[in-house]
Nanobody, 119 residues
Framework: QVQLVESGGGSVQAGDSLRLSCALS????????ITWFRQSPAKEREFVAD????????GYANSVKDRFTISRDNAKNTVHLQMNSLEPEDSATYYC????????????WGQGTQVLVSS
């Protein structure tokens, strides 16, 4: 089992920054990939970014590349999502999830944290 708890959401103005955190606990994380998804009422859930816990390799959706940065803190078992130059379109509930490397199924999910960006 892997437990995930998100934090850091809030209400900001367009152009502002936020840093989301995903605190992980449970089994050894070395073989896992941690992913940030987001979902708003008007859209389907979408991939935002992911990172390999093993070597830190990261990937991003085109819509957030160059604005968002995903990172991991091995000592604190935490994954961060630094979000800069926020746009109203970034408003959503953000979820972190964990999948085994090589699998496409995310077996573990957090409860989500809300981000609201006003223009």
């Amino acid at each position: 089992q892997v437990q995930l708890v998100e934090s850091g959401g809030g209400s900001v103005q367009a152009g502002d920054s936020l840093r989301l955190s995903c605190a992980l606990s449970g089994r050894t994380l070395g073989g896992y990939v941690i992913t940030w998804f987001r979902q708003s009422p008007a859209k389907e859930r979408e991939f935002v970014a992911d990172i390999s816990w093993y070597d830190g390799t990261a990937g991003y959706a085109n819509s957030v590349k160059d604005r968002f940065t995903i990172s991991r803190d091995n000592a604190k078992n935490t994954v961060h999502l630094q979000m800069n130059s926020l746009e109203p379109e970034d408003s959503a509930t953000y979820y972190c999830a964990a999948r085994r490397a090589g699998s496409s199924n995310h077996d573990y999910w957090g409860q989500g944290t809300q981000v609201l960006v006003s223009s």
